[in-house]
């Protein structure tokens, strides 16, 4: 822990700057930083950043390496999807390292006239800020700057050297973070302060994406019985794939991370396309669909399950018993994660939490996936996801509490300054 | 009947022109004129109008009063819609006046790649013409319009008022035919001559086209059990629909028209979009559908068991129950149409068919619709629907036979000889 004076100049610090991190939030909220749209925002990052004194690398999913954990991109160029690092580097450095990374990459908004303020104003209303991503997780990219901020405007600094990174592809593939360590950058540790609510991440799920083709005989809807629906053939395999995910979850009884949690494994049909004409019977069908995996299952089981069980559903459809319906790997093929306890990062935060909080850091297993799992799985880095709290992760009025990004803040750079050591600023 | 020596020379003349025809049906069929899009090829068609010496008139949809049963269009310009009617208008007109009209609107063709041909390249193999359109009903565009060509060619013309008229919105609303005779084109008989095989149709079932709008309320797929899934609440009303069909069918079975025909009222879910992402549970999911209704229902009541059959399909649903599904009507609300046996219009026709097959006008049922309905339901003109012979309405390989454009060519030109009388080109 850093000493109570240097401790009490760096949250008066965050206090004195929090205006500033709440107008840069907004900052952050305001680019619709969708899908292969990431690039202003990080551009506009790279110069804050670069503003700050820190070194900055900027560089594309294209600049590098081939890795066998990169996931398939679908419709998306890697040549756009635009990753920055920016390197507190202190003169003889001492201490452990860290990663702070954070992803700015947003999922779509959904129809508008469904939000109370439009989803990329980034509006404030008792004591939350409301958009798109507000919480996940531009609030937790705040924190992490402003943190280093607020750090050295109380005239300290890392000893350590640090990296504060921004990536894309977080909610489609996690190519972003795994870019980053493909690009060489390594640490004693990693924090990604995902929204998490002043948790500590133990467990997360993998995920699947897959897409569903269905491609049929339409015909004129006035013989219809000659021809095939391929809407709702598609809907016969959604079906089958619903079954498939009750039996997956109750084997999932027993595990060991995920038994206390009913069905972790989640399936979602999330988009769909098909046909062309109302009076036309549909030639073809497409689903966008997501599925879960606990620990103890590979992404490559359970891609063979999806593959099994559309097979199984096909033959019982007069038309796709004859026209095999396609599976598209679309993005993730991401393995579950198991932040093992008992790590001295780990250690050092729980200290950083209860110093803030008072308390025990309280943890979660989550049904979802987040980046902390390259850092741990493949790279023997801790990767600890812990960050602040909001509402409505992927849904209308999405929104991140004001206060709990200033507790979130002060838990972070003490967390920096226990980790990394502080000194007087060079 | 024209006297055999006149008959001798427009038949040849038929033959000596074929070449032209075939050529002219594939220089239709190579536009691309899907709805919204018809507008080069309706001004195409207006110069060789015009070139023929035939009076044009070119208008669109938004130069037409209102009308009771014009249909709502969603997403398409009536200002873009173009008409076209070529008038042969004889010095002192005697006999019987004459609609010959045809639509050239045409279906989306769905996939290119699960075509034989381009669907737009006209190719001929084997005695078909393959193409989108090429059957419906291009080719009885082209059958008319060379009828016409023939008996000019053999040195004679109608002796009445006779219309060329081609029309967009058949497979969408129908507001193409009805805006020529708002325009205030009349005359004794009309003939449509859609692809029938060379048979009369006696009746079509009405349409309904429709949307189905379904909102819900998307979250992060972890926690999807406190959102609701759009895509799978519309596949509830689709399945709520297939069953209020069946019940439809049924009480249909001693319909005086269609009794011999298995489930004359198809329901066809024929386009869905819904959902934004594979990993949030989709807030939105549209369907566009069709069904058809039996003579004996009007389409207010059609509308009114749809609206029935959603509401009750919603409440058992418990996100729907809160959040009804909305249905816009969007295309076609049109009445059943019986053609009533007994017109002198059909008798000169069945007489002209027997003349060139030989054999009595056999007689189909449709499921259907086609625009004849307009001339016989409101403005009392027999609508006559008798055409060539092809396969595969609105499905892949659509095609049209070469020899059965020949074949219906001269029934036309001798139901135009009959119908309208025949004097020496003046």
Not at 3 to 16: P, S, V
Not at 48 to 66: C, I, K, N, S
Not at 226 to 241: E, F, H, Q, R
Not at 263 to 272: E, S, W
């Amino acid at each position: 822990m850093p000493d109570a004076e240097a401790r009490d100049r760096i949250f008066a610090a965050i206090d004195a700057g929090f205006d500033k991190q709440v107008a840069f939030l907004q900052d952050l909220v305001r680019f619709p930083s969708l899908r292969g749209r990431e690039a202003p925002l990080q551009d506009w990052f790279a110069r804050q950043m670069a503003a700050r004194g820190y070194a900055v690398d900027r560089f594309t999913l294209a600049d590098v390496p081939e890795h066998p954990k990169m996931a398939p991109m679908v419709g998306v160029d890697p040549a756009g999807s635009v990753q920055v690092v920016a390197a507190h580097r202190p003169a003889n450095p001492a201490g452990r390292s860290l990663i702070l990374q954070g992803h700015i990459d947003v999922v779509p908004e959904g129809p508008h006239e469904m939000w109370t303020h439009p989803p990329y104003a980034a509006v404030i209303r008792d004591g939350w800020m409301y958009g798109r991503g507000a919480h996940d997780m531009k609030a937790g990219v705040a924190c992490m700057v402003f943190a280093m901020d607020a750090i050295r405007a109380a005239g300290l600094e890392p000893a350590a050297d640090v990296y504060i990174e921004t990536v894309t592809e977080e909610e489609s593939t996690g190519n972003g973070a795994l870019a980053t360590l493909l690009r060489g950058y390594r640490a004693d540790a990693a924090l990604i302060p995902e929204p998490t609510g002043h948790t500590i991440t133990r467990a997360q799920t993998g995920t699947i994406w897959f897409r569903l083709r269905v491609r049929g005989v339409p015909v004129h809807v006035a013989v219809a019985q000659d021809g095939t629906n391929a809407i709702m053939s598609a809907y016969a395999l959604i079906n089958a794939l619903y079954e498939h995910t009750k039996a997956l979850n109750a084997a999932a009884r027993d595990n060991p991370w995920y038994a206390g949690i009913k069905d972790p494994i989640k399936f979602n049909p999330g988009i769909i396309r098909g046909g062309d004409w109302a009076s036309s019977t549909p030639a073809w069908c497409e689903v966008d669909c997501r599925i879960g995996l606990v620990p103890g299952t590979t992404p490559e089981e359970a891609m063979a399950g999806i593959e099994a069980c559309v097979k199984e559903a096909a033959k019982g459809d007069s038309f796709m018993a004859n026209n095999p319906p396609e599976i598209v790997w679309t993005g993730f093929r991401t393995d579950p994660y198991v932040l093992e306890p008992g790590s001295e990062a780990e250690a050092v935060l729980a200290a950083a939490h209860a110093s803030v909080h008072g308390g025990e850091m309280p943890e979660r297993r989550t049904t979802a996936v987040n980046d902390t799992r390259y850092y741990g799985l493949y790279f023997g880095i801790p990767g600890l996801c812990y960050g602040p709290k909001g509402e409505v992760a992927h849904g209308f009025d999405e929104r991140t509490s004001i206060e709990d990004l200033r507790t979130c803040t002060r838990t972070i750079a003490t967390f920096i300054g226990d980790w990394c050591g502080l000194r007087p600023r060079g």
